[in-house]
C-alpha cells in the first residue's frame, strides 16, 4: 500500500446556485508531483482553498486526513502550521517592500528591539539559494521581473518549513524557459522528499512533471491516471477533461481578409513611465487587415504589451512618437475614452487586476466600456443593460447561475468571456488581445478562438498577443516577432514555425550583441 501523505474523503462545498465540489475524494503519495486538471469551473481551486485552509473548516462537508492528522483549518495560517502552502495564480506579493520584507510577512523575524533585519535577510538569501534567485534581498518586488516574483513565492513556501506545496497555474505567466526551469526544479524537490500538487491548463507541463494526473469535471473526479513512465499524451488527458475527443484545437475558419487596412502603426516609439531613458518600443511598423487575425510573438520584456498599451490610448508609457492609423484615417488618441471612442479596444493580460470590477455583477461589467448605450438622459436603464447581459450570456455560453453573479464568483474562463463581452458590446474595429486564453481550459480556449473568428469574420480586425506559439500558428493569418522592444521578423501564416521564430529571436539576439561590441549605441 501506498503511503499516503493526505487523504480527502467526500469533501462537497456549495456555493449560492452551484455545487463547486460533489463527493470529492483524493489521495496524494509521499514525495510525488501530483497534478489536478480539468477545465474552468471543475472545482480544482476550490479543492486546493479547502485543503490549504483557504476555506475554513466547517463550510464544506467531509474530511482531511493530512500526516496523519486531522484537519480542521480555519484559515491558511492553521494549514501553513502543518507545513501546507499554497502559491496561487496571482501572485500575493507587495510591489513596494523587499524581496526580504515579502518572504516573512506576517511571519517576521524578531529580535530584542523589533525586528532583527540581519537575520530577515540572511535568511531571505538562504531560501533565495535553494531555489536558483540571484537577486539582493533587499531588491523590491516591483524591480524584479514575474518569473522572479513566482521563484519569491517558493522561496517564501520554503521558509515555512513546507511538506506540502500546492500551486495554482504557477507557470500562466513565464515564458518557456522559465517555466521548464520551474517545473526541473519541483523534480530537484521530489528528489529531497518534498511533496507537490500542481493545477495547470498547460498539459504538456503536466505531462512532463506529474507522477500521477487527477481529471476533475463538474466538481467530481472522473479518474487518477498514472503517469510515473511519463507516457501519457495531451490527447488522453483532454479526453478525460471534456468527455470526448476533440481533434482540432482550433476551430476553421475562411480566411477572408480584406485589402483594406483596419489598423496602421508607423514609426512608434515608447519610452518607460518610470525610467524615462529607457526605450521599451523602439521605431515599430505593422498593420492589421480588415478580417485578419496579426500575431505577436516574443519572449516576456518583448515589448508587446507595452505596445499594445500604447496604442490604446497611451495608457502606457511616456514620450511617445510615432503615427496611427484607425480605419485609414490618422487619429491621436489621448486617452482610453478616445480610443474606445474611435474603436479601438484591448483586452488586458490582467482581467482580475485591470480588465474586470471582480465585485460587480456580469451585467454591469458588460457594459462598463460604453455605458451610454444602456443609458436614458444620464442614468442606466436598467432592463436595457440586463437584457443586454442576457443576449452575451447567451452567445457566448457564459456559465452563471444569474447575470446578477458577482464576477469573482466565476471560474476563469468564464471570466474571460465576460471581459470580451465588454469589448465586444463597445463594437470596436480593432480588438487587441493580450494572452485571451491565459490561465483558462483548453474547452474554453476553443470557445474563445472560435468568437474571434467570428470577429474577423465581421471585418474587425484582431491583434492577439499570446507566449503560447501553438496557438498563434494556429490561429494566426500573419505573425510579428518581438525582441527587445523591436519588430525582427514577420511571417505568413504558412510560413510560419515555431523554429523560426525562435530563431528570428535569438539571431536578433547574436546581432545586437555583435553591434553592442563594436561599440554601437544601443538605447
Known amino acids: 500500500m501506498a503511503d499516503h501523505i493526505l487523504v480527502m474523503k467526500d469533501i462537497t462545498k456549495d456555493y449560492p446556485g452551484v455545487r463547486a465540489l460533489d463527493s470529492v475524494s483524493l489521495t496524494i503519495e509521499q514525495g510525488e508531483i501530483h497534478a489536478l486538471v480539468g477545465e474552468n469551473g471543475a472545482g480544482k481551486s476550490t479543492l486546493m482553498s479547502v485543503l490549504s485552509g483557504t476555506i475554513s473548516h466547517g463550510s464544506f462537508e467531509g474530511g482531511v486526513i493530512f500526516d496523519d492528522h486531522e484537519c480542521r483549518f480555519r484559515n491558511v495560517r492553521d494549514g501553513e502550521k502543518y507545513g501546507i502552502v499554497i502559491i496561487h495564480q496571482e501572485l500575493a506579493l507587495i510591489p513596494e517592500l523587499s524581496i526580504g520584507e515579502n518572504m516573512f510577512l506576517g511571519n517576521e523575524r524578531r529580535g530584542r528591539l523589533g525586528i532583527d533585519w540581519d537575520e530577515t535577510y540572511s535568511q531571505a538569501a538562504k531560501h533565495m539559494k535553494q531555489v536558483g534567485l540571484n537577486e539582493r534581498p533587499s531588491a523590491l518586488i516591483k524591480d524584479v521581473g514575474t518569473g522572479k516574483q513566482q521563484l519569491v513565492e517558493i522561496a517564501k513556501a520554503l521558509s515555512k518549513n513546507v511538506k506540502l506545496l500546492i500551486l495554482d497555474e504557477p507557470t500562466s505567466s513565464l515564458n518557456e524557459e522559465e517555466a521548464r526551469m520551474l517545473l526541473d526544479m519541483l523534480k530537484d524537490f521530489k528528489n529531497q522528499g518534498m511533496t507537490s500538487i500542481i493545477s495547470s491548463h498547460k498539459l504538456s507541463e503536466v505531462a512532463y512533471v506529474a507522477d500521477r494526473i487527477t481529471i476533475m469535471r463538474d466538481g467530481a473526479v472522473i479518474e487518477t491516471i498514472d503517469n510515473k513512465d511519463r507516457n501519457i499524451d495531451e490527447d488522453r488527458i483532454i479526453r478525460g477533461m471534456v468527455g470526448r475527443e476533440m481533434t482540432d484545437r482550433y476551430p476553421k475558419r475562411e480566411?477572408?481578409?480584406?485589402?483594406?487596412?483596419g489598423l496602421e502603426v508607423n514609426d512608434w516609439s515608447v519610452y518607460h513611465p518610470v525610467y524615462t531613458d529607457k526605450r521599451v518600443v523602439n521605431h515599430v511598423s505593422f498593420n492589421v487587415h480588415k478580417g485578419e487575425i496579426v500575431g505577436f510573438s516574443g519572449l516576456q520584456g518583448a515589448g508587446r504589451t507595452e505596445l499594445a498599451m500604447s496604442i490604446f490610448g497611451r495608457s502606457y508609457g511616456t514620450s511617445i512618437t510615432g503615427t496611427l492609423k484607425v480605419g485609414g484615417k490618422e487619429v491621436r488618441l489621448k486617452g482610453e475614452r478616445e480610443a474606445i471612442e474611435a474603436g479601438v479596444a484591448y483586452l488586458t493580460e490582467d482581467r482580475k487586476e485591470n480588465g474586470l470590477i471582480l465585485i460587480d455583477t456580469v451585467a454591469r461589467n458588460n457594459t462598463l466600456a460604453r455605458l451610454e448605450k444602456v443609458c436614458s438622459h444620464g442614468i442606466i436603464d436598467v432592463n436595457k443593460e440586463n437584457?443586454?447581459?442576457?443576449?452575451?450570456?447567451?452567445?457566448l455560453h457564459v456559465k452563471t447561475p444569474t447575470i446578477h453573479q458577482q464576477?469573482?464568483?466565476?471560474?476563469?474562463?468564464n471570466q474571460q468571456k465576460v471581459l470580451l463581452t465588454k469589448w465586444m458590446f463597445a463594437d470596436a474595429d480593432v480588438l487587441i488581445m493580450d494572452e485571451p486564453t491565459r490561465g483558462i481550459d483548453v474547452g474554453a480556449k476553443y470557445e474563445i478562438y472560435s468568437i474571434m473568428n467570428d470577429l474577423v469574420a465581421q471585418g474587425k480586425s484582431v491583434v492577439m498577443?499570446?507566449?503560447?506559439m501553438p496557438e498563434l500558428l494556429g490561429m494566426c493569418d500573419r505573425i510579428y516577432v518581438m525582441n527587445e522592444g523591436e519588430l525582427v521578423a514577420e511571417f505568413s501564416a504558412a510560413e510560419a514555425t515555431q523554429e523560426k521564430i525562435m530563431a528570428?529571436?535569438?539571431?536578433?539576439?547574436?546581432?545586437?550583441s555583435k553591434d553592442a561590441g563594436r561599440g554601437a549605441s544601443i538605447e
Open 465 to 468: 498577443i499570446s507566449s503560447e
Open 255 to 261: 480566411h477572408n481578409i480584406s485589402p483594406e487596412i
Open 407 to 413: 464576477v469573482s464568483n466565476l471560474s476563469g474562463g
Open 387 to 395: 437584457r443586454v447581459a442576457e443576449e452575451y450570456r447567451e452567445k
Open 504 to 512: 528570428a529571436i535569438l539571431g536578433s539576439d547574436k546581432k545586437k
